[in-house]
């Protein structure tokens, strides 16, 4: 009998092979291990030409679609240079599960050769390069998620995602790393190995969408697609500096991917883009809504884009905006204050009111009920077919399987847990100037910054967006820096797991980690949070350039 | 200690003297028990006067909105019509439960007043005298959906439905009856007794919904509110004349509604329009998205009234309408068959195709194994405390309680049957002319037309829809007439119990009970039904009419 070793080992391989051998750097080339940078060492790594460093490093999306739609760059191109960088990145950092290089190479050629003859675009992502994480299904290749046992199982068809992307002339290109079960926001498995935070990479990416974090921050893909159900694309996005969104459930086609604990519907995963511009979040939103998805995907509700929506928030005059400094429970490493008041300090005339966390303990133990409601046996019979080991999780395992009447329960308290949220929002209407409850939340992109792989999570700054549904916007705002960040000293601790978390935190280990803000907006409102957002990074990233 | 029946006959002394005494017709004045319709019996019953008769009998809602907004009916004067109808629909038919004239009288006052003083309408609903059942909240009153162990509780506030209502200028008059524990498609209970059909008051009028349905059917309620988690606005509709609509889960809002089987997810209750009128359906919808409900209920999706989408439905030239004649496991009684080409025969030049059945079976032990996980905990515990005995539900007592996992694996199976029935519904595009999916879909209101209370059930008709969740409104088309049904003879069963639910049709015995066939379109595309149903609606009474 195959053991899942070998299988591990086969799988990998393959992936290597497919790997060109000319877009490896010599391993003597390579940057030595350690707290270094590597985002940029693709530039002068002499695999990329300078016209491709030019096509990686335009990260504004909106900016690189342009020029696909008008010649000015072709797909093919633009793939190879993507190919190449994410060649590189996947030396440096791990991001990587299954390549489909070849098939990318054809798409992008069918793409040039219909723009040639027909002059029009495909669709909205006209020859844009995409990845998307493990659990989305591209034909031809496998979608384990991490699980060993679901290996050499070849996708017959694209996951409705997959679909929907080509309909609008993306091009699916690689799929990327995630942890084994997906229920952790770190990212390392026993198949595809760990994935390290580009930015220092002593340190982890996050999780579970870690992959698609640590390629996207280092230009391996302009666009990318994550997934998250306790913050999964907000967390890599916060730890590998770069914009991500979570919209509310089934906003965006889940039909046809991959996932742990199916049937669980208490806190729906969902599924949502990261970029290196907020350009690249919008762009998907409205590319994707505009393929109809719900005709695919009996979850998605039929909502197209709303343009009137997006545009009255990108151009309201007045803000009122909340700002949770801390959930009560866990303090956050001192950067995200300093980020925070970093955005603030470029606002201008908005109305800021402090916004008092929310009963983060009753959310959490939601949470866990939700996710642990089978006992692990969802994850259980994942992992039993090749006995292969359990890697760190959340999962049911050792908990006691809830009853029906339980799981009613369960759902029962956290549909009024979101009524009270929803009340504790409004509420802020006494506390604005203009008597309106805020239009956006601020709150710290998580409790730590990246921190070494192997640790235990908290996912408090996260879960409670999916616990309420709303849509989230994570903005890269600043890094940590020893010589700022480092005289910051903490005896205030609000609980041992206040203190446990400040334990980890070490400016010089930490150097280089990003440090993110989650811009939180009403539930289904994508188009009004990618509006405000977009009013808050151009006042913060002017004052940058200023 | 108080037994139920004690409970149960003062709340019963308490609703008799909310009735004013001078708006009953003497016990010798009423009509004889029988088949015979009392739809008409207020007319000509000496309580209303000939302008109340006008008024109450203006079934346009838009007309009736457009007359109060224009001062030519005073609120005042439309709600006290209303309620002099409602107090003889209820000698009549029990559609009643609780009553809140004095509230209204108040609430209508003011609006008058306002209209007065402003020259402007509180909101689009301006003056509208509603209806809601039973589960819906309004301060003062109890809530007890059926259950005496609920009783004299009353509500410290409005459900937000009721609260968007008012917000909207309507004025909720009444509550209505519904079987104890909404899990039924009858309406009778050991509190309030037993509605009954006021077409042949020999029969039921549906359910749960049913107060709903005979008290609209009576004109004793120009607009009035139900909920649907198997059929109960359908049903009623269907079985009592008059149109509905099932919008998809959580587009109207439900939050602080009574419910049974709370955190019962898998399959949501949703709430809908009963009306006597299209327009109500309509003009509902509209005032009540108009409110932004999502800032109150946390479930309600941020989708504004999508008027392009209504617009585009109401006038697009060529449908592609779908016929599922029956569902393969029990055929409707004839005069449905009859209806459905009475209105096909109408519609002129549209493109209809026949539908084939969709695993009606699989989608029957769907919605048992959602309703049921609990073991029927949740309705044990509600009628516990009095010891009251449990009226005719569908409920999981008596059944093996789910485990969470297995929980999980139901909802699994629901979300793949969306899915199929989703790929379903677009390969109708291989039988269209133009290659285009169906816009609607048309099928029987039900599968019996009303019969005595008393009957066993089958939702295979409307359950369906709960399980995709695809809105649908009901459309009134005909009645049973021994001259035109009589003849009827089946003898090609599917199966027995396609053989038992014939057994209880007879021409005879169920004169006048309405027929009505459901309009169904895609999921939360509430408008594009609304459209399409009016298109269908005029063409079909443009043919009565001529």
Redesign the interface.
């Known amino acids: 009998m195959t053991t899942w070793q070998q299988v591990a080992e086969a799988k990998r391989a393959q992936r290597e092979a497919l790997l060109p051998a000319a877009y490896k750097v010599a391993a003597d080339k390579l940057p030595p291990a350690g707290t270094d940078s590597v985002i940029d060492f693709a530039r002068t790594c002499g695999v990329l030409s300078e016209r491709e460093v030019e096509i990686t490093e335009t990260d504004d999306v909106s900016v690189l679609l342009a020029r696909l739609a008008s010649g000015h760059y072709t797909a093919v191109e633009v793939l190879e240079a993507f190919i190449k960088r994410t060649c590189v990145a996947h030396q440096l950092a791990n991001p990587l599960t299954e390549i489909h290089f070849e098939d990318a190479r054809e798409w992008a050629a069918e793409l040039d050769a219909e723009l040639k003859s027909t002059g029009k675009v495909r669709g909205p992502l006209h020859g844009l390069p995409m990845s998307v994480k493990d659990q989305f299904q591209i034909a031809g290749s496998d979608a384990t998620i991490g699980y060993i046992s679901y290996a050499n199982k070849p996708s017959k068809s694209d996951s409705v995602l997959v679909d929907v992307l080509k309909r609008a002339g993306a091009v699916p290109f690689v799929k990327t790393n995630l942890p084994q079960t997906i229920m952790y926001s770190e990212t390392s498995n026993m198949l595809w190995g760990t994935t390290v935070n580009p930015h220092n990479r002593t340190l982890h990416p996050g999780g579970s969408s870690g992959g698609e974090g640590a390629l996207v921050a280092m230009k391996g893909s302009p666009l990318g697609v994550g997934t998250d159900v306790g913050g999964s694309v907000r967390i890599p996005a916060t730890l590998c500096g770069v914009f991500g969104l979570r919209p509310?459930s089934h906003r965006y086609p889940y039909?046809g991917a991959i996932n742990s604990?199916?049937?669980?519907?208490?806190i729906p995963s969902v599924l949502g883009p990261l970029s290196r511009s907020l350009s690249g979040l919008t762009e998907f939103s409205k590319a994707v809504l505009a393929q109809q998805p719900?005709?695919?995907?009996?979850?998605t509700?039929?909502?197209p884009w709303n343009t009137e929506r997006f545009e009255h928030a990108r151009t309201q005059k007045k803000l009122n905006i909340g700002v949770m400094w801390h959930d009560g429970v866990v303090k956050p490493s001192p950067p995200y204050e300093r980020a925070i008041k970093q955005v603030l300090s470029t606002l201008g005339s908005h109305d800021v009111v402090d916004f008092e966390a929310f009963r983060t303990i009753e959310m959490l133990e939601i949470l866990g009920d939700a996710f642990c409601?089978?006992?692990g046996?969802?994850i259980e019979a994942a992992i039993a077919p090749l006995n292969e080991p359990l890697g760190p999780c959340f999962s049911?395992i050792g908990k006691r399987?809830?009853?029906?009447?339980?799981?009613?329960?369960?759902?029962?308290r956290k549909?009024a847990f979101?009524?009270a949220?929803?009340d504790h929002w409004?509420a802020t209407a006494q506390q604005t100037k203009d008597g309106r409850p805020i239009d956006v939340l601020i709150v710290p992109g998580f409790a730590y910054t990246a921190v070494p792989p192997g640790n235990e999570i908290y996912i408090g700054y996260t879960g409670i967006f999916n616990v309420?549904?709303y849509p989230v916007v994570v903005m890269p705002v600043t890094k940590v820096d020893p010589k700022v960040d480092g005289s910051a000293e903490r005896t205030d601790f609000l609980n041992p797991d206040d203190e446990k978390w400040y334990g980890l935190w070490d400016a010089e280990k930490l150097v280089n980690a990003p440090v993110g803000i989650q811009i939180v907006g009403?539930?289904?409102?994508e188009e009004a949070v990618l509006g405000y957002a977009e009013q808050i990074w151009n006042a913060f990233s002017a004052s940058k350039a200023g």
Do not use: F
């Not at 009403?522 to 409102?525: A, H, I, L, W």
């Open positions: 509310s039909e604990l199916v049937g669980q519907i208490t719900w005709l695919q995907d009996p979850q509700p039929s909502m409601a089978d006992g046996k969802d049911g399987e809830a009853t029906g009447y339980e799981v009613w329960q369960a759902n029962k549909l979101q009524k949220y929803l409004n309420v549904d009403r539930r289904y409102e």
